[in-house]
C-alpha cells in the first residue's frame, strides 16, 4: 500500500514564475491537507479539500496561493508569482473518511532564487 | 496565540534514557491529540495519538500521559536510541474545525550514544 506521494520533491523557481505543487494520497484516503513548514518551525495549516470541494481555507495567504483536489488525478497546491518568503517545504497529509490520523508525504521544498 | 506549546525546544539524552517532551494546549475542543517524528528532509511521520477520554498510552518504547484537567499531555521514551534522535512534534485537532492538525514548535531530540 503505497504512501502518500508528492512531486516534486524538490522546486526551484525564480521570483515572479509559478510554482505546482502535486499530491497524491493514500488509497482509500479522501480528505487531503496541505501544511507548510519553515525552516526551524513546526508545520502550519494551509487547506483541508476534499474531492472537488475546498472545506477549509483559512491558512491560505489570500493572495496568489490556490488549491484544487480534482474527481480525477492529484491534489495541487499553486503558488503565483512566487516571492523569496515563499520558500519553505509543502507537505500534504490524507486521512479516511473516519477521521483520526492524517499520514504525510515526503515533502515538497520550494527555493524562490 | 500559539494554541499548542511544547517543551523544550532542544533535549540531549544518553542512550538508555528517559527524554520526556512536555505539550499544554488551551482549546478545549481539541478532541485528538497525536505526536509525529520527524527525520531530516522527511515528512512528519504519525508515531502515537491518544484522546481525551484516556490518561495514558502505550505503543511500543513509546507512552503518552495526558491530564485533561491541567490541559497537558506528554510523551515518554523508554530506553532511548540513538537512532531515536529526529524532532518531535506534539499536535492536537478538532473534530470543530475538520480535523485541522495545530502543530507544536517542536523538540530536537540527540541521544547520544
Known amino acids: 500500500n503505497a504512501g502518500v506521494m508528492q512531486n516534486p520533491r524538490h522546486l526551484v523557481r525564480r521570483r515572479g514564475q509559478e510554482a505546482r505543487l502535486r499530491c497524491s494520497p493514500m488509497?482509500?484516503?479522501?480528505?487531503v491537507y496541505w501544511y507548510r513548514q519553515l525552516p526551524e518551525e513546526g508545520l502550519k495549516f494551509m487547506v483541508y479539500l476534499q474531492k472537488e470541494n475546498i472545506i477549509d481555507e483559512s491558512g491560505m495567504p489570500k493572495e496568489r496561493f490556490s488549491a484544487e483536489f480534482p474527481k480525477e488525478g492529484p491534489s495541487i497546491l499553486r503558488i503565483q508569482q512566487v516571492v523569496r518568503g515563499d520558500s519553505a517545504a509543502y507537505f500534504c497529509?490524507?486521512?479516511?473518511?473516519?477521521?483520526?490520523?492524517?499520514?504525510f508525504g515526503p515533502g515538497t521544498r520550494l527555493t524562490v532564487t | 496565540q500559539q494554541q499548542v506549546k511544547q517543551s523544550p525546544q532542544s533535549l540531549i539524552v544518553q542512550k538508555g534514557g528517559i527524554p520526556i517532551i512536555n505539550c499544554a494546549y488551551e482549546n478545549t475542543a481539541f478532541d485528538y491529540f497525536p505526536w509525529y517524528q520527524q527525520f531530516p528532509g522527511k515528512g512528519p511521520a504519525l508515531l502515537i495519538a491518544i484522546r481525551p477520554d484516556v490518561s495514558e498510552k502505550k505503543e511500543g518504547r513509546f507512552t503518552i500521559s495526558f491530564n485533561k484537567s491541567a490541559k497537558q499531555f506528554s510523551l515518554h521514551i523508554m530506553d532511548s536510541q540513538p537512532g531515536d534522535s529526529a524532532t518531535y512534534f506534539c499536535a492536537a485537532s478538532s473534530s470543530s474545525t475538520d480535523d485541522k492538525i495545530i502543530f507544536g514548535k517542536g523538540t530536537r531530540l540527540h541521544i547520544l550514544p
Open positions: 488509497k482509500g484516503h479522501s480528505h
Open positions: 497529509a490524507s486521512s479516511p473518511p473516519s477521521r483520526f490520523g492524517q499520514y
